[in-house]
């Protein structure tokens, strides 16, 4: 059974740090491309990062580059979000996502999602 379970939010202040984790109950965790969403309130859900199956490679929205990390490990069947110097227009539910398939940046091309974590930034 597939469960993606986010955690870590909350509230935070601008120029802190926060780390999301997302704990995957997935078989095989390393064959699927782990990705990160967020959805602002009014708002489409919007791609956020995404990290190859092997960790070696991560793509970022503009908006966040520079200032986001991507990262996962394998072994713990778990994918992180590291937002350093996080703006309050980074507030947002942020949803874990999962797929096989090509890398993509559109939420219909994602198999699995969890159910999402909030993250409100504070000026």
């Known amino acids: 059974q597939v469960r993606l379970v986010e955690s870590g939010g909350g509230l935070v202040q601008a120029g802190g740090s926060v780390r999301l984790s997302c704990a995957a109950s997935l078989r095989a965790f390393s064959s699927y491309v782990m990705g990160w969403f967020r959805q602002a309130p009014g708002k489409e859900r919007e791609f956020v990062a995404r990290?190859?199956?092997?960790?070696?490679?991560?793509y970022y929205v503009d908006s966040v580059k520079s200032r986001f990390t991507i990262s996962r490990d394998n072994a713990m069947n778990t994918v992180y979000l590291r937002m350093n110097s996080p703006k309050p227009e980074d507030t947002a539910v942020y949803y874990c996502?999962?797929?096989?398939?090509?890398?993509?940046?559109?939420?219909?091309?994602?198999?699995?999602w969890g159910q999402g974590t909030q993250v409100t930034v504070s000026s």
């Open positions: 996502a999962a797929r096989t398939g090509a890398t993509d940046t559109s939420v219909q091309a994602w198999d699995y």
């Open positions: 990290i190859s199956r092997s960790g070696s490679t991560t």
